[in-house]
């Protein structure tokens, strides 16, 4: 199992080398129709109560288990713990669609009620980034390799590593419904 916490403190000292990388600590990757957002950020961002109701984020993700949910109480949340996709959706198309359906409703219901929603983990690249991936596949409609680029369009620092390419190959099987969305 990839340590991703330690993938994201390698990253950060890539880009403290190189001192030319833009790194935010979130990044908006998708609006709705009624205007919400979904960002995509790291764990400075999930700490930043002010910051985040600032840009009328009221939910967050957080794809993992190992970070907790700061503002319990005052925001809602919903862990998604994606490193462990394998093993809960690894066998069926059906499994992914289990294993996806909740986190995409969650964000569905947030951003379609104008507010806005922080999909995170520690870096805001591996994790969350491939998370934010599948929510471009999902509402507008992508295949993953136009989703990879658009996302790494609005958040750089995005990269799919270990077998999150596998899992996104495997969405991009799922079956659609005319306007492209993953059909539940």
Known sequence: MMDYNEEARKLWARLDDTKQSRFNNLDPMYRSEAGGFIYVGGDLAAR??????????????????????????????????????????????????????PVLEFINDVINRGESVLVHCLAGAHRAGTTGIICLMHFEGLLSKEAVVLAKSRRPIIEPIGDFRDLLFKCDQLPRDPKKKFIF
Do not use: M, P
């Not at 600032?54 to 190992?66: E, Y």
């Not at 925001?75 to 998604?80: M, V, W």
């Open 48 to 101: 930043d109560l002010s910051g985040l109701q600032a840009r009328g984020i009221t939910s967050v993700v957080n794809c993992t288990t190992n970070i907790e949910c700061f503002h319990k109480g005052t925001l809602d949340y919903f862990t998604f713990d994606i490193a462990w996709w394998r093993r809960q959706a690894g066998k069926s198309a059906q499994e992914l669609i289990n294993f996806l359906k």
